[in-house]
């Protein structure tokens, strides 16, 4: 059984991860605008992944016989300058996210809860990969700087990204 302050913690997680799917999802649509298609596709499957984090910590507090209490998501910026400036803010985003993550194992094992510690070890190492992609895009964005032809170079690079359903826990 999951305690009450571990629950809480997961919802305000499950509420996070659906803003990351949320705030993607908003980005996928700038690069929509700017037509360019493998960011717009690298942006879909990141939209993928935050959906099934939010869904695998979703199932877990139900597998632990907690109530899962859906909040209201803000909503995410819609304006950006730049790719670049889009993934500096995944990248700041990100960071975040680790952090949460790390917040909520600090609940886990302030409740000398095992189970939930063991599960949240998959997310951790999640963000560190997730962390590490885009620090990758990053730093070749700004080796490109203004070069419209390595973008376009890079923007078919990204189109090759496939979403992998996660098997999480």
Known sequence: MISEKMEQAFNEQINAEFYSEYLYLSMQSYFESLNLKGFVNWMTVQVQEEHAHAMGMFNYVHERGGKVELQAIDKPETKWNSPLEVF??????????????????????????????????????????????????????????????????????????????????
């Open 88 to 169: 500096e803010h995944v990248l700041r985003h990100e960071e975040l996210v680790t952090s949460k993550i790390n917040a909520l194992m600090d609940v886990a094992e302030e409740q000398k809860d095992r189970a939930a510690l063991s599960f949240l070890d998959w997310y951790l190492k999640e963000q560190v990969e997730e962390e590490a992609s885009v620090g990758g895009v990053l730093a070749t964005l700004k080796l490109i700087g203004d070069d419209k032809k390595a973008l376009l170079m890079l923007d078919k690079d990204l189109a090759a990204r496939t979403f992998v359903a996660p098997v999480i826990g």
